[in-house]
């Protein structure tokens, strides 16, 4: 009954005032989640002085699709829940004199409709041609012509990298952070199986990355340069399928080739504090990295881990026992299981006579922000890179706090005290 008085509202809207149709325009907030993208926010021109912020004076409604997809995307259409209202800037900022209103908009892994992205299996994550149209009851004015696009931290990125080498071409996203300090630590993070392409918004949206360039994690390190390298396939690519470290997969030397190329650019990088991590096919690339170049870090930060256990030896432990390592993994991951990728590798490290090398193993990976149930809640166990962009890890595998000169830190906090 509620879409069907929707509809209604739709069709006196355009029977008694046509022309607002195409006046009024929006600006989409698109924001990254713990579980991914999400339309969080909508910003409505305020043609009427008097437009009001009383949230049930709204009803919004969504429509999803793609020219990409393989089978109708579900959910394509429905109507959006609205929280709340309230007066604004353009960006959607709170302005008591603002010019504009801004609607809080429902958000939730359960709530498909909210998120700008699909998943298909011959591309991953991609964007979806996402359009609202929103309907205020009181005076029937109508906003349905999308003007503008905010993406909080994804915005302050320059998405435009690209490096090429020996023939594979990688896209980048960058953050320069705004110190003055000489020089600055550069942290990199490398994306899981499904945000490879080459729009480099959707690694830094798909598992919340952008996170990095918060000012909550920039300040553990004065102050850092950020990248968000992009594969074109995934990293695991042999060229002859996947590899999960029994041969060489297609693209670490031109990764490494790209860090270098970004590092003669910014002279300021400083080459004592260059960090690599990422989660899944990102965490294997990461070690890959490691093992590959074990002088060039100074540290790394791997969640759900997909290197395999069986393909790194104890040679291999040995050659980077001094390069401190922090992983993140869940004990109910079944896509990089633990026994069969971060246990073997972790358990030879200690073996081999690693110092600062940790793993924080979580039973299950749970809703960190409590508004979903908290403990109660379970995300899959495979995104465990939560914990990660959020800061939060900071146990050891014995359940004890990591600590350096005695204090317990987080894995950022750790992180940013690294150096060779």
């Known amino acids: 009954m509620k879409n069907k008085s929707f509809l209604l509202v739709c069709l006196i809207v355009i029977l008694v005032s046509p022309m607002c149709l195409a006046q009024n325009s929006y600006t989409l907030i698109v924001?990254?989640?713990?579980?991914g993208p999400g339309v969080n926010k909508v910003v409505l021109s305020k043609a009427n002085a008097d437009l009001s912020t009383n949230p049930?004076?709204?009803?919004?409604?969504?429509?999803?699709?793609?020219?990409?997809?393989?089978?109708?995307?579900?959910?394509?259409?429905?109507?959006?829940?609205?929280?709340?209202?309230?007066?604004?800037?353009?960006?959607g900022n709170r302005s008591e004199n603002g010019q504009f209103v801004t609607l809080n908009l429902a958000v939730a892994p359960n709530l498909p409709l909210g998120s700008p992205f699909q998943y298909m299996r011959s591309y991953g994550n991609v964007w979806v041609d996402y359009k609202l149209s929103i309907t205020n009851t009181e005076n029937l004015e109508v906003w349905n012509t999308e003007n503008d696009r905010v993406m909080p931290l994804v915005d302050e990125y320059d998405l435009d990298g690209k490096f090429s080498q020996d023939n594979v071409t990688l896209t980048y996203a960058s953050f320069t952070p705004k110190t003055d300090h000489e020089k600055v630590p550069l942290i990199i993070w490398l994306h899981g199986g499904g945000e490879g392409g080459t729009d480099t918004t959707i690694p830094l949206l798909g598992n919340r990355a952008a996170n990095y360039a918060s000012p909550e994690i920039q300040d553990y390190f004065g102050g850092a340069f950020v990248i968000a390298p992009q594969t074109p396939t995934r990293w695991m690519d042999s060229g002859n399928g996947s590899t999960s470290g029994q041969v060489d997969d297609i693209y670490f030397k031109a990764l490494k080739g790209l860090f270098d190329d970004f590092v003669a650019k910014h002279p300021n990088v400083d080459t004592n504090r260059i960090y690599v991590g990422g989660c899944s096919n990102g965490g294997y690339m990461s070690l890959k990295l490691i093992l590959e170049y074990p002088d060039y870090f100074a540290g790394g930060y791997i969640s759900a881990l997909a290197y395999g256990g069986a393909y790194f030896s104890e040679e291999q432990a040995k050659s980077i026992r001094n390069v401190p390592i922090w992983f993140v993994h869940s004990k109910d991951d079944s896509t990089t299981v633990a026994d069969k990728t971060v246990l073997p590798v972790y358990n030879k490290l200690i073996s081999a006579g690693a110092k600062d090398v940790h793993l924080?193993?979580?039973d299950h990976v749970v809703d960190i922000t409590g508004l979903l149930g908290g403990e109660d809640y379970y995300y899959p166990g495979h995104w465990s890179w939560i914990y990660s962009h959020a800061n939060l890890s900071q146990n050891d595998f014995d359940r004890k706090p990591v600590k350096v000169n005695g204090v317990p830190v987080t894995i950022m906090q750790w992180l940013s005290l690294q150096k060779k």
């Open 360 to 362: 924080t193993f979580y």
């Open 31 to 35: 924001e990254g989640f713990d579980w």
């Open 56 to 91: 049930s004076a709204y009803q919004v409604f969504a429509t999803r699709s793609s020219d990409l997809s393989e089978t109708p995307i579900n959910p394509s259409n429905g109507e959006r829940t609205v929280l709340s209202a309230y007066p604004s800037d353009a960006k």
